[in-house]
Nanobody, 114 residues
Framework: QVQLVESGGGLVQPGGSLRLSCTAS????????MGWYRQAPGKQRELVAT???????NYAASVKGRFTISRDNAKNTVYLQMNSLKPEDTAVYYC????????WGQGTQVTVSS
């Protein structure tokens, strides 16, 4: 079992920045990739960014150049630095960790509004 706890969400004005954190505990040695997904009201959950244990990254086209995913393996933590935020980035952001099973965090709300 892997437990994921996210933090760092909140309310920010358009053009602002936020950094999300997700710390894993439990059977962390089995974790391969970690990632961030988001779900806006009335929409399906979508990929934001992923990072492998080796550091390879993948981004959704809508966030490329604005968001940066990083990982501290020693702390079992993955980060999502979000810059130049737009109202359309408003969503609940979920962290996930992939072993043979995919685990999800509880989500953290990000609201971009003036």
């Amino acid at each position: 079992q892997v437990q994921l706890v996210e933090s760092g969400g909140g309310l920010v004005q358009p053009g602002g920045s936020l950094r999300l954190s997700c710390t894993a505990s439990g059977r962390v040695f089995n974790i391969n990739a970690m990632g961030w997904y988001r779900q806006a009201p009335g929409k399906q959950r979508e990929l934001v960014a992923t990072i492998t244990s080796g550091g390879s990254t993948n981004y959704a086209a809508s966030v490329k150049g604005r968001f940066t995913i990083s990982r501290d393996n020693a702390k079992n933590t993955v980060y999502l630095q979000m810059n130049s935020l737009k109202p359309e980035d408003t969503a609940v952001y979920y962290c996930n960790a992939a072993t043979l099973v995919v685990y999800w965090g509880q989500g953290t709300q990000v609201t971009v509004s003036s």
